[in-house]
């Protein structure tokens, strides 16, 4: 069993864990800032974000960030001069904005919304999956998703998979040259896991962070299970990171409804196990 260690606490509630430049990166969603993480667990709070809450980013292939804004129907661009833009406009889509975010090798941008105000108490909808093009040109290209959470981009850049939260599967689509989605299949029928934020290796499995099960978990197209990493607490987004891409980092905390967006004394981990298969695909290549 692959040994935890804690990279960084003192975080209330992170998720949208993402690798690039050399360090770890998460938005703490209680704080409404965006950490850089080093895996010696220095913490630097991203500054130049102006009245931006992030709830999830990633980053165009010529490195300018891409931000979602909580609560809001719009992906902002950092540009490389630290100026932010609207890089789409989403109100016609989603005007309650959006909750994942990821980047392929060809600049374009999947985001995914829910459907529906999970905090306000609203009744849950089956969600849609959006398409930005790099010249922020957006539509819809999935919908029907239940309370769609992490996606990721397999290592050839053919196909897109979505984490179904509740109904305990990922959802796998394949990615047409214009960027559209088609061929919808199941990926991997979970059972009890609760698929949350995911990300691919070089061997084509896919890790997802799991909430209720206080885990991340390993599995193969088709459902096979191959490892298990136990948090502790739940798992709320992973990435895999380090020189060699093999670290697994996982944002865990004990979920505690929407109290833990403000919860005091924060519970919030970035947590790392070292694992045998690197990092590919997308986000953060």
Do not use: K
């Amino acid at each position: 069993m692959a040994e935890v260690r804690v990279v960084a606490e003192g975080i209330v509630m992170g998720e949208s864990v993402r690798w690039h430049d050399g360090r770890a990166w998460l938005c703490d969603w209680g704080a409404g800032t965006l950490l850089a993480v080093d895996l010696d667990g220095t913490v630097e709070v991203v500054p130049d974000l102006g009245d931006v809450v992030p709830w999830t980013v990633d980053w165009l292939p010529d490195g300018r960030l891409l931000v979602v804004p909580r609560g809001e129907p719009r992906l902002v661009r950092v540009e490389a001069d630290g100026r932010l833009a609207t890089h789409a406009d989403l109100a016609a889509l989603a005007p309650g904005g959006c909750n994942e975010l990821v980047v392929d090798g060809r600049g374009n941008a999947y985001l995914n919304a829910i459907g529906y105000d999970m905090l306000a108490g609203e009744a849950p909808t089956t969600g849609t999956v959006l398409l930005v093009t790099p010249d922020g040109s957006a539509r819809q290209v999935a919908d029907d998703v239940h309370f769609p959470n992490g996606m990721a981009v397999t290592p050839d850049g053919s196909t897109l998979v979505v984490a179904e939260s509740h109904a305990n599967r990922l959802t796998a689509f394949t990615i047409e040259a214009d960027g559209s989605l088609s061929g919808r299949r199941p990926w991997a029928e979970m059972g009890t896991g609760t698929p949350d934020g995911i990300c691919t290796d070089a061997e084509g499995a896919i890790w997802y962070a799991d909430v209720p099960n206080a885990c991340c978990t390993r599995v193969l197209d088709g459902g096979e299970v191959t490892q298990v990493v136990p948090l502790g607490r739940g798992g709320f987004s992973c990435a895999l990171g380090g020189p060699d891409r093999r670290t697994l980092l996982a944002a865990a905390t004990t979920w505690r409804g929407a109290e833990t967006f403000t919860a005091s004394p924060p519970a919030g981990r970035l947590l790392a196990a070292d694992v045998e298969v690197a990092a590919a695909g997308w986000p953060s290549p």
